[in-house]
């Protein structure tokens, strides 16, 4: 089958580093997405990784490890505008097409 | 740019009675076009993909149905709701020729009373 696990929640102070982890066992892997949602919002892109290594954007940086079926999304320099769910996605060719399947997402919650 | 409109934002409907929602797309063609629901606490689950008018795949066999009638236009319908279908309902599309993300709308916030 298919299953993604992340955290459920975490917490950070303003201006720190914070490592959200995803792990993944799936089959047709053909990438891994982040996402942002904050409450009562509609999720916004943050990420795509297909290949293994650290992608760099900005504050955001995400990292995956094929091998392992292990992702991470690296925030830094945190802001009080970043508390919110973080979905970790990954694409997956399944029943003819390729999906996206989603992570039970990971609550940030940042303290001044 | 490319937009994406949902609508209502908001509803609140007794079980057992219809259901629809829509989802425009403005600004691209021929998009790939999704309905998602959100539980509470949970992950997005995937209920419907379209590729094309007409043209849909359904992931989980439920009292729930969609329609494509326009290239732009995806609806989610019900004839009978249950109290299980509450949660957040959102559409997203895809570029079939940028890029693999998907694009979220607003979403619809469905209370069964």
């Known amino acids: 089958g298919q299953n993604i696990d992340q955290p459920t929640e975490m917490t950070a102070t303003e201006g720190a580093i914070v490592q959200i982890n995803c792990t993944y066992q799936?089959?047709?892997?053909?990438?891994l997405f982040w996402y942002q949602q904050h409450a009562g919002e509609a999720p916004t892109f943050l990420s795509y990784?297909?290949?293994?290594g650290l992608e760099e954007k900005g504050r955001f940086s995400s990292f995956l490890s094929r091998s392992k079926g292990y992702s991470y999304l690296l925030l830094k320099e945190l802001q009080m505008k970043d508390s919110a769910s973080y979905l970790c996605?990954?694409?997956?060719?399944?029943?003819?097409?390729?999906?996206?399947?989603f992570g039970a997402g990971t609550r940030l919650a940042v303290h001044p | 740019s490319q937009t994406i409109h949902q609508w209502p934002a908001t509803l609140v409907q007794p079980v057992g009675s219809p259901l629809s929602l829509e989802c425009t797309v403005e600004?691209?063609?021929?998009?790939?076009l999704y309905w998602y629901r959100q539980a509470a606490g949970r992950g997005l689950q995937l209920l419907f993909y379209?590729?094309?008018?007409?043209?849909i795949s359904s992931e989980v066999p439920q009292n729930l149905s969609a329609s494509r009638p326009q290239d732009r236009q995806f609806i989610l319908s019900s004839k009978k709701l249950l109290l299980s279908d509450s949660g957040f309902y959102l559409c997203?599309?895809?570029?079939?020729?940028?890029?693999?993300?998907?694009?979220f709308g607003p979403g619809t916030r469905l209370t069964v009373t």
């Open positions: 997203a599309w895809r570029s079939t020729t940028l890029s693999y993300e998907q694009y």
């Open positions: 799936t089959s047709g892997f053909n990438g």
């Open positions: 990784n297909v290949l293994d």
């Open positions: 996605a990954v694409r997956a060719f399944s029943g003819g097409y390729n999906k996206l399947i």
């Open positions: 600004g691209t063609s021929n998009p790939n």
């Open positions: 379209s590729v094309g008018i007409g043209q």
